[in-house]
């Protein structure tokens, strides 16, 4: 089946750290701009990191910057989100976009081409 699947969320303390990953089954991520999408209940969704399709541009909100970091894995099939010092406020469900090829995006455009079903992130002690 093509898609994408997140893992890697769970309850974790204030403080903590956990690494999401974004895997594409049945294609490949290569060539592909990849945003990380977090919902929370009550709350405006909100894209909180992006790596381009040539992995040479990443962006990430403000309310991350300096805590999160997201990377392509070798294989370029997986993007992962490292999440340090987490906050009550980063509780979310996090989700996983993309869009094919468009070089000169960072952040992929609606509509995605794929979209994961999302991994549930609790920080709280």
């Known amino acids: 089946q093509v898609q994408l699947v997140e893992s890697g969320g769970g309850l974790v303390q204030p403080g903590g750290s956990l690494r999401l990953s974004c895997a594409a089954s049945?294609?490949?991520?290569?060539?592909?701009?990849v945003a990380w999408i977090r919902q929370a209940p009550v709350k405006e969704r909100e894209t909180v990191s992006c790596?381009?399709?040539?992995?040479?541009?990443?962006v990430y909100a403000d309310s991350v910057k300096g805590r999160f970091t997201i990377s392509r894995g070798t294989a370029k099939n997986t993007v992962y989100l490292q999440m340090n010092s987490l906050k009550p406020e980063d509780t979310a469900v996090y989700h996983c976009?993309?869009?094919?090829?468009?070089?000169?995006?960072?952040?992929?455009?609606?509509?995605?081409?794929?979209w994961g079903q999302g991994t549930q992130v609790t920080v709280s002690s």
């Open positions: 790596i381009s399709s040539s992995d040479v541009n990443t």
């Open positions: 976009a993309a869009e094919m090829g468009p070089l000169l995006v960072t952040c992929p455009r609606t509509p995605y081409d794929y």
């Open positions: 049945g294609f490949t991520l290569e060539h592909y701009a």
